[in-house]
């Protein structure tokens, strides 16, 4: 016992220690306790260098320094003191400005349809400024609505410049819409993976047709007052039609409250609706790029590539120029008549139509005039555009890059429909 105590003094422990006696299971001396266990002091110093960082930020686990990209790589480069004050300002945008300007278009023989989508949104603009310059005079209501609409056409200084631009570029905004949606159908652009985009541009069609109807009756004359009753009482014959009209109308018939209603809807509703489709559609425009008909990249057919920012920007200015020159030209030209003001008591005029662009569904249900023709025409046309809209999933073929002359055959019969019901109207009521 007297060696394993002078053991323990001289630090030298036998590798297998002895087992003490049971009275020697106490330490002898607080003194000997430190020494008698040198391994337990090599464990301490890794421990104690963990702890060293922790130390200097204040305790915790221990977080290396991450190095964070400049918020503005853009601030060093070359510019006039004006472009590096909105640059400074307004750096997040640079990407953007970047991406565009690396997106290319692809040039070949139907390249000239691409332009028709920008002339629709031109039109668009049109119709926002000059309708927000119409409501500075206009009044919804039965009594003021016709006299507001004289006074704007001849009292308010080229007030009828106003609204004959207003009145065309709603057409011409349609017109060009039809056009950018038979092209792009022709073209099979509603292809894998731009679904999506034909889809908000269909909406966006049945947007504009909205406005189209909802504008037509609020100068409150005599030819819209009855148009928009022989409209609005079509969809009565379908199931929940009815429920349909009288949100429409705001009563059994057409009238003050209706005005009020189609007003809401022409300058508040659709617009915002419109707005927020046309952004998702802008923005898979410039997400996805243009697409090329189905084989012309591998016969050689494409032309080449040109930038789209800013020379096919350019090139679609030189189109907004003429689309405004095309525009003024017919509003002096060829304006609308004022007509005369609206009076539900008197008989309904000869010759009743809605507008050109609904001329075609209006002959349908003109053909259909059995009984329960009318709820057919209705079935038939809902059928046809929920097909229509359903294109891009239903035709695997193009989406396989292969073309489809099925589906350009039902292009073909929808775009003659069109047509030629359209054409029908016109010889029958003139324009």
Do not use: C
């Not at 290396?64 to 503005?72: F, T």
């Amino acid at each position: 016992m007297a060696e394993n105590n002078q053991n323990a003094a001289t630090g030298n422990t036998p590798v297998k220690p002895k087992p003490a006696a049971p009275g020697a299971a106490k330490p002898a001396a607080p003194g000997a306790a430190k020494p008698a266990a040198p391994a337990a002091a090599k464990p301490a110093a890794p421990v104690a260098a963990k702890a060293q960082p922790s130390t200097s930020t204040g305790g915790g686990v221990y977080k290396p320094p991450v190095d964070r990209p400049d918020p503005n790589p853009y601030k060093d480069s070359r510019l006039s003191p004006l472009g590096s004050w909105f640059q400074e300002r307004f750096y997040v945008m640079m990407p953007v400005i970047d991406y565009l300007k690396k997106k290319e278009v692809p040039q070949h023989r139907l390249s000239f349809w691409y332009y028709f989508g920008g002339l629709t949104l031109f039109f668009f603009i049109i119709q926002i400024v000059t309708g927000l310059l119409l409501l500075q005079y206009y009044k919804p209501t039965a009594a003021e609505a016709f006299a507001s609409f004289v006074f704007i056409q001849q009292e308010v200084p080229f007030g009828w410049l106003i609204r004959q631009v207003h009145a065309w570029s709603a057409n011409l905004m349609v017109m060009m819409a039809f056009i950018h949606m038979f092209s792009t159908f022709f073209m099979k652009s509603y292809r894998k993976p731009r679904e999506l985009m034909w889809v908000s541009g269909f909406v966006l069609l049945v947007l504009s047709l909205g406005f189209g109807f909802t504008g037509y009756l609020l100068p409150w004359n005599e030819l819209a007052f009855f148009a928009t009753q022989v409209g609005t009482e079509v969809p009565k014959v379908a199931p929940g039609g009815a429920f349909l009209v009288g949100i429409l109308r705001g009563g059994e018939e057409v009238g003050p409250e209706t005005l009020t209603r189609m007003f809401s809807l022409h300058v508040v509703l659709l617009p915002g609706l419109l707005m927020l489709v046309l952004s998702a559609h802008l923005l898979l425009v410039q997400v996805l790029g243009t697409s090329a008909p189905i084989g012309y990249k591998e016969s050689g057919m494409i032309k080449g590539y040109e930038k789209f920012f800013p020379t096919f920007l350019a090139k679609d200015a030189i189109g907004w120029i003429i689309g405004f020159g095309l525009l003024v030209y017919l509003a002096v030209v060829f304006p609308w008549e004022i007509g005369v003001k609206a009076e539900a008591l008197t008989a309904a005029p000869v010759g009743i139509k809605p507008e050109w662009y609904f001329w075609a569904q209006f002959q349908l249900l003109k053909d259909l005039t059995f009984e329960g023709g009318e709820l057919v025409a209705i079935a038939l046309l809902t059928v046809g555009a929920i097909v229509w809209i359903l294109v891009p999933f239903i035709d695997r073929q193009a989406s396989s890059e292969q073309k489809s002359p099925l589906f350009t055959i039902f292009g073909l019969l929808v775009l003659a429909f069109l047509l030629i019901n359209t054409y029908r109207v016109y010889a029958e009521y003139g324009w």
